[in-house]
T-cell receptor
Framework: DADVTQTPRNRITKTGKRIMLECSQT?????MYWYRQDPGLGLRLIYY???????NKGEISDGYSVSRQAQAKFSLSLESAIPNQTALYFC??????????????FGDGTRLSIL | QKEVEQNSGPLSVPEGAIASLNCTYS??????FFWYRQYSGKSPELIMF????GDKEDGRFTAQLNKASQYVSLLIRDSQPSDSATYLC??????????FGTGTRLLVSP
């Protein structure tokens, strides 16, 4: 089984719909992240959480919200989806060990298309 | 200036050659540097990480870091067609977040 699991893997929906992408992990990591990836723009950070009570905005948080339901679960919501939110979305996790960033480990991604 | 810059490529090398991938970054306070490999439509996979100036070797891969020049590179020796992918450089900006470059596409021809 994958250490970082994202659901759904693919989703097609219409403009204005509310969508939730879910991420769960079995790595025991404290830190979780949501990114989107667009061609030519690379990976951009949407939100991140360093523990259950800690939520932080990333580079492109407008139009998105998150919920950290437990150490192992971090959900991303699009309250009212718009076509330019069509992208590949990744969840990632990392451990908290010492002062230096630990590597991030990625889920398999959710391909989201908004018509 | 982008925080993390990579040449988009493609970088084409013949099988068995050394592939050299480069990355520059703007934040002098950066402490951690990562290389990820990403196949088309797949998730990024960690290849190497480096924290100190100099070289770090792991199998066919060598990461090189020069903090004075704000430069990090990845060398792939004995390149194989299966190494054909996009390589992402990621840099810790000092705020416990990673900033990713847009990636360099590597093509290894048989």
């Amino acid at each position: 089984d994958a250490d970082v699991t994202q659901t759904p893997r693919n989703r097609i929906t219409k403009t204005g719909k509310r969508i939730m992408l879910e991420c769960s992990q079995t790595k025991g990591h404290d830190r979780m992240y949501w990114y989107r990836q667009d061609p030519g723009l690379g990976l951009r950070l949407i939100y991140y959480s360093f523990d259950v009570k800690d939520i932080n905005k990333g580079e492109i948080s407008d139009g998105y919200s998150v919920s950290r339901q437990a150490q192992a679960k971090f959900s991303l919501s699009l309250e009212s989806a718009i076509p330019n939110q069509t992208a590949l979305y990744f969840c990632a996790t990392s451990d908290r060990v010492g002062p230096i960033n630990q590597p991030q480990h990625f889920g398999d991604g959710t391909r989201l298309s908004i018509l | 200036q982008k925080e993390v810059e990579q040449n988009s490529g493609p970088l084409s090398v013949p099988e068995g050659a050394i592939a050299s991938l480069n990355c520059t970054y703007s934040d002098r306070g950066s402490q951690s540097f990562f290389w990820y490999r990403q196949y088309s439509g797949k998730s990024p996979e960690l290849i190497m990480f480096i924290y100190s100036n100099g070289d770090k070797e792991d199998g066919r891969f060598t990461a090189q870091l020069n903090k004075a020049s704000q430069y990090v590179s990845l060398l792939i020796r004995d390149s194989q067609p299966s190494d054909s992918a996009t390589y992402l450089c990621a840099v810790n900006t000092g705020f416990q977040k990673l900033v990713f470059g847009t990636g360099t596409r590597l093509l290894v021809s048989p």
